[in-house]
């Protein structure tokens, strides 16, 4: 065997590993989160459930200091204090989604089967010491521990509650707006742009501990030296240094609703050459309208970093076999349309088309001027064009007298 194939080989029993490893730990903690519950239960018994690193989380998301040196019971004591003191704080970084399902459960008498869900999602609950999750009788729940329930449903009336669960939602709505649009902004931008739509100061602190935890539940966001991102940039810095090449060019005016729109969980721009992607695909190959929308999807995002038409083309004819030119001709005149309709983070929030027109707007032709006779007749035919082109005057401007 030579030293490539073996080294080839090498490679693939590392990432056979790791997929195991990583299938292991998946395993690992759908257990820990969907183990049988009883209910009703204690906020003292809901604790016993977790590890002394669980609690320790919680105990850091409360910002309990001095108890790093507690046993895991000594521990539960303090929280179950703790938990029932601050629970009128804990929703205060939180959004309207999930202030409405700590509601829900609650006002479902603290039992409620748990909604589609995701594994971080779940994590993030379980570090509040509020909401559980567990199976009965084979489904999968959430829950609030007993003497919590009724604290809870007295949320609901808090104006303070709701004043700021509002806010955080268009924060966290408006951020994730911008980003969608424009790819990456540093701290100072996305302040000013929420500045500019709330037409309010923000408070930078404030501002950045909701949009962290929010990130923490559902990770929409790349935060890192380089500002804030959208999560599918692979390059912010390229981002950055494209929207720097642009100084003369200002960031697209979107309405507020637009990006209110644009910040929600999951959401695509899907018009007009999106749709035709879409219906062509699925009217020519064997693929659903649903798998359809997902390569689309992906060929926008193709486009925002940077790809070219040639890169998409190359994707899709390895996904789709064509039977003739006509077909494939089709194909590519629609993705070249997507690309041109499509919002760029390189172009910050612009599409090709939307440029292009603009440029031509700018270059307007020059007024004609008025001939002065009297000049022509001062310069002879064999002397420098007056114009400077450097030619005579009978070869450039002369030539029609």
Known sequence: ???????????????????????????????????????????NEGLSRFTKGELDTIR?????????????????????????????????????????LLLDIAESGGLMPAPHIEAQQIEYFRGTGIIYSGIIEGEPVLAVPNELIDKVKELKNSIHIRSAVNKNTEWIRLTGGLLYYYGTLSIVQLAEFL???????????????????????????????DGYSNRRVFDAKRVIQEHQARKSL???????QQLLAAGEPGFVERNKSYMQLVQFLSQHFEISKEDADQVAEECIFATRVGDTPEDLMKYLTSMFKFDSVEKLQALMDIVVELMNSTREWFLKGYTSLELSSMEKKQLKPLPA????????????????????SGKKYKKCCGRSI
């Open 1 to 43: 065997m030579s030293g490539n194939a073996v080294l080839e080989k090498q490679k693939n029993n590392i990432l056979d590993g790791l997929k195991d490893l990583k299938k292991s730990q998946e395993v690992k903690q759908f257990k820990k989160h969907w183990s049988e519950l009883s209910v009703p239960f204690t906020l």
């Open 60 to 100: 850091k998301n409360l910002a309990i200091k001095n108890a790093s040196s507690l046993k895991k019971a000594e521990l539960i004591i303090l929280l179950q204090e703790k938990i029932a003191e601050n629970l009128e704080s804990i929703p205060l970084n939180w959004d309207s989604e999930r202030f409405q």
């Open 195 to 225: 500045e500019k739509y709330l037409k309010h100061p923000v408070h930078l602190r404030e501002y950045l501990n909701v949009i962290r935890d929010a990130n923490s539940f559902r990770t929409e966001l790349q935060i890192n030296g």
């Open 250 to 256: 200002s960031y697209y005016p979107f309405t507020k």
């Open 369 to 388: 001027a008025d001939k002065d006779t009297n000049a022509d007749a001062k310069v002879r035919r064999n002397d420098p064009c007056p114009c400077g």
